[in-house]
């Protein structure tokens, strides 16, 4: 049995501290104290004020995030709300929805309880603060009540009091991610200008220097092909659910540069390994996209699509998968959209994505980045990539960029690629049927009932592109073995 689940040992109280510095056009600066107590170790008391008198936003709104990631309801595990004035005297106040309350006058103080007890869906692990009874995650999005305007970065400063003090600056308090409880090693290492911070709790097949080593090499990965380095700081943080679940299931989650993994480990080490490098090569190309840019919008289509792409690329260069699985996953995705019944373009199917499009919205999101990477790679001869496309949107749009919509920004670059411009009006504006048999030709690859295969006979321009995708890595790998 794992150490995990064992029944008795200390609960922890932590005590965080939060002084925010708001950056936002108001001016804000709030403190807050988060209290768990043992008697109630899955409620976290919150104590708050507004440090410079009451919001200047002129609101006398208090309001929580009430749904995240598809999760809704949220506003129902705030409970006991007081607001206060100046005086100390209580403020009345009105409340339509859970999670949204605004008061009669103007208030100072805001108290309120947090039932953060984890959630019957498991998937919210990843994604929504949580406590049981020895450990938890709090995400401070969820936690706090949302001040200033959408989207406006906070900067603060957070001491955590658990049996140690730990302070954390961050700048933007909202994307803050905490883990508490016992059994967690942190350490760290310095790539650069970047810091690479994990937390790992529990016993795990894969060990702690290959999460490192993981790390590294996709950060170096990605950081070739954006450049510049996201954030100062990444914090890594590998957890198991809360309840017990199958093996094999897990979860994961990026805010700003916090990457959450909350997991059930596999069978076998070979595939724990293989996992781990999985989850890790997704969730690190968020860092820059989306969380890097400055678009908003419901453009999921690009970032998750890219991304499943991206990290594809990226296992057949570091040789984590083979050619053939490279291509396996391609058809599959490719046949995920051709079973669509309802045909809706990639930037409708955006708008659903947590209405049961996302299975759609990432399958037709990779296909697409493979046609993009094909085109560019032919008309360029190898010279240029899909990865041109990304880094040029992360170039043009990272922080601290105006924000605009996240569509119209990625669409608008890859039309003055000329070649892009026929994939875009088919499968981002349109809801066509995936033709690709001209693209895949391009490469020497061929849809055949049994999935996409390299031809017999290629010719040299097929052999250079196919070998520009990492084709050659593979056999000149397997050749030595
Ligand atoms: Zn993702």
Same mark, same amino acid.
């Given at each position: 049995m794992p150490t995990y689940f064992r029944p008795y040992y200390l609960i922890f109280i932590a005590l965080v501290q939060l002084l925010h510095f708001f950056t936002n056009s108001y001016g804000q600066q709030i403190e807050a104290k988060v209290e768990i107590r043992r008697e109630a170790p899955t409620t976290a008391l919150v104590n708050g004020h507004f440090?410079?008198?009451v919001q200047k936003s002129g609101n006398r709104n208090l309001s929580f995030v009430r749904s995240y990631a598809g999760f809704t309801d949220l506003g129902k595990r705030i409970v006991n709300v007081v607001l206060k004035d100046a005086n100390g005297n209580p403020v009345?106040?009105?409340?339509?929805?859970?999670?949204?309350?605004?008061?009669?006058?103007?208030?100072?103080d805001?108290?309120?309880?947090?039932?953060?007890?984890?959630?019957?869906?498991?998937?919210a692990a990843a994604h929504l603060s949580w406590l049981s009874s020895d450990r938890g995650i709090l995400m401070f999005g969820d936690l706090l009540p949302i001040f200033g305007t959408s989207g406006s970065k906070i900067s603060a400063q957070i001491i955590l009091?658990?049996?140690?003090?730990?302070?954390?600056?961050s700048p933007n308090i909202y994307d803050e991610v905490v883990a508490v409880g016992k059994d967690q090693r942190s350490f760290s290492e310095t790539r650069g200008d970047t810091k690479l911070r994990f937390e790992i709790s529990g016993n795990w097949l894969f060990s702690d220097e290959d999460v490192k080593k993981f790390a590294d090499e996709i950060y170096g990965y990605y950081k070739n092909v954006f450049v510049s380095d996201p954030v100062k700081d990444v914090s890594?943080?590998?957890?198991?659910? *809360?309840?017990? %679940?199958?093996? #094999?299931?897990?979860?994961?989650?990026?805010?700003g540069g916090n990457i959450t993994?909350? &997991?059930?480990?596999?069978?076998?080490?070979?595939?724990?390994?293989?996992?781990?490098?999985?989850?890790?090569?997704?969730?690190?190309?968020?860092?820059?996209? *989306?969380?890097? %840019?400055?678009? #908003?919008?419901?453009?999921?289509?690009?970032?998750?699509?890219?991304?499943?792409?991206? &990290?594809?690329?990226l296992a057949l260069a570091h040789n984590r998968i083979r050619f053939e699985d490279f291509l396996d996953t391609l058809s599959?995705?490719?046949?995920?959209?051709?079973?669509?019944?309802?045909?809706?373009?990639?930037?409708?199917?955006?708008?659903?994505?947590?209405?049961g499009s996302e299975t759609y919205i990432y399958a037709r999101g990779m296909v697409t980045a493979f046609l993009c990477d094909l085109v560019l790679l032919s008309h360029s001869r190898g010279k240029g990539s899909v990865f041109d496309v990304l880094r040029e949107i992360y170039t043009r749009h990272k922080y601290p960029s105006p924000r605009v919509d996240g569509s119209t920004a990625v669409i608008s670059i890859m039309r003055?690629?000329?070649e892009l411009i026929p994939i875009v009006d088919k499968y981002i504006d349109g809801s066509g049927g995936i033709e690709w048999e001209s693209e895949l030709s391009l490469a020497g690859i061929e849809y055949t009932k049994n999935g996409l295969a390299v031809m017999a006979k290629l010719s040299g321009r097929q052999k250079d592109l196919l070998n520009s995708l990492g084709y050659n890595n593979w056999q000149r790998l397997s050749q030595t073995k």
């Amino acid at each position: 049995m794992p150490t995990y689940f064992r029944p008795y040992y200390l609960i922890f109280i932590a005590l965080v501290q939060l002084l925010h510095f708001f950056t936002n056009s108001y001016g804000q600066q709030i403190e807050a104290k988060v209290e768990i107590r043992r008697e109630a170790p899955t409620t976290a008391l919150v104590n708050g004020h507004f440090l410079d008198g009451v919001q200047k936003s002129g609101n006398r709104n208090l309001s929580f995030v009430r749904s995240y990631a598809g999760f809704t309801d949220l506003g129902k595990r705030i409970v006991n709300v007081v607001l206060k004035d100046a005086n100390g005297n209580p403020v009345k106040f009105q409340t339509a929805v859970p999670g949204e309350y605004v008061a009669d006058s103007e208030f100072t103080d805001w108290n309120y309880s947090v039932d953060l007890s984890p959630r019957k869906e498991q998937n919210a692990a990843a994604h929504l603060s949580w406590l049981s009874s020895d450990r938890g995650i709090l995400m401070f999005g969820d936690l706090l009540p949302i001040f200033g305007t959408s989207g406006s970065k906070i900067s603060a400063q957070i001491i955590l009091r658990t049996s140690k003090d730990l302070q954390i600056n961050s700048p933007n308090i909202y994307d803050e991610v905490v883990a508490v409880g016992k059994d967690q090693r942190s350490f760290s290492e310095t790539r650069g200008d970047t810091k690479l911070r994990f937390e790992i709790s529990g016993n795990w097949l894969f060990s702690d220097e290959d999460v490192k080593k993981f790390a590294d090499e996709i950060y170096g990965y990605y950081k070739n092909v954006f450049v510049s380095d996201p954030v100062k700081d990444v914090s890594i943080r590998i957890m198991r659910f *809360p309840g017990d %679940v199958q093996p #094999g299931a897990w979860q994961a989650n990026t805010r700003g540069g916090n990457i959450t993994l909350v &997991s059930s480990d596999m069978p076998f080490k070979t595939q724990s390994l293989q996992r781990l490098h999985e989850q890790l090569r997704h969730e690190m190309f968020h860092l820059w996209i *989306p969380n890097g %840019v400055n678009l #908003g919008g419901n453009y999921d289509w690009f970032y998750e699509g890219f991304a499943l792409y991206s &990290s594809l690329k990226l296992a057949l260069a570091h040789n984590r998968i083979r050619f053939e699985d490279f291509l396996d996953t391609l058809s599959r995705a490719h046949a995920i959209d051709a079973r669509q019944a309802d045909r809706l373009s990639l930037i409708t199917a955006s708008g659903n994505r947590f209405s049961g499009s996302e299975t759609y919205i990432y399958a037709r999101g990779m296909v697409t980045a493979f046609l993009c990477d094909l085109v560019l790679l032919s008309h360029s001869r190898g010279k240029g990539s899909v990865f041109d496309v990304l880094r040029e949107i992360y170039t043009r749009h990272k922080y601290p960029s105006p924000r605009v919509d996240g569509s119209t920004a990625v669409i608008s670059i890859m039309r003055k690629h000329s070649e892009l411009i026929p994939i875009v009006d088919k499968y981002i504006d349109g809801s066509g049927g995936i033709e690709w048999e001209s693209e895949l030709s391009l490469a020497g690859i061929e849809y055949t009932k049994n999935g996409l295969a390299v031809m017999a006979k290629l010719s040299g321009r097929q052999k250079d592109l196919l070998n520009s995708l990492g084709y050659n890595n593979w056999q000149r790998l397997s050749q030595t073995k």
